[in-house]
């Protein structure tokens, strides 16, 4: 199974994708997750998202081509996987495309996050996620059981420096103008499947786990 979200920044696709990857027993790839890899480790590629990101822009697609790629080589993920923040340009998706059809490898289905702009800012404010294993949570609606420590290997967790306000609303700006003409991209392939994603992390989980089917 071969599958991708896509949604503005704070949808909750890394927290949906995360599920549904663990349901299916593939591994869920996360751009943003890649990427803040290196930044941790401050590998030359680390250093140069950082600048991007920290503004709220995306990072070239050249460096997240060749980023995701390498990943998508890696075992684990022949047997398919879920992408998370990737593609989010036409590029993307075109050098996606690509790499799929040399591997004879299609996506089957692409899930559309649907969440208002007043909802996500809520969503953000309160992040606080795990610099170990990535796992994100929320200090109102999906807390960890110890205050500040991640319930699955107990790392201190942290604001993401990206989730400051005008970085947030300069993020949603760059998801409208970059991204959202995929939608009719995927729309098009007879791919694309629209999720509400307001409501309870469990409540949304459902919404996802029947639009991929009974198969999925
Ligand atoms: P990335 O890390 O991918 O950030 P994003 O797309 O902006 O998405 P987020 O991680 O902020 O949100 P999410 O939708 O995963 O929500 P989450 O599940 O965490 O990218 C960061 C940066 O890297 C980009 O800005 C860019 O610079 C760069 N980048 C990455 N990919 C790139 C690419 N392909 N091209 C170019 N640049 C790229 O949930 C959010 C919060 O809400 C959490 O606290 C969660 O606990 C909570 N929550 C989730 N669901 C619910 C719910 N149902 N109810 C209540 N709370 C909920």
Redesign the pocket.
Known sequence: MRLLFL?P???????QARRVADRLGVPHI????L?REHVATGTPLGVEAKR??DR????PDDL?IELVSQRLDEPDAASGFVL??????QA?ARSLDGYLADHATPLDGVIRLVVPSDVIVE??S??RLCPTCQR???IA??PPDDDELCDDDGTRLITRP?DEADVVRR?LCVYEEATEGLLAYYEDAGLLVRVD?V???EE?AKRVDEALGAGA
């Open positions: 949604g920044p704070g949808a909750g696709k890394g927290t996360a751009s943003g997750d990427l991007y990101m709220g822009d995306y990072v997240i998370d923040g990737f593609p989010r340009t993307q969503r953000l309160g992040r994100a949570y929320h609606y999906d990206d993020r994603g409501g309870e992390v949304v």
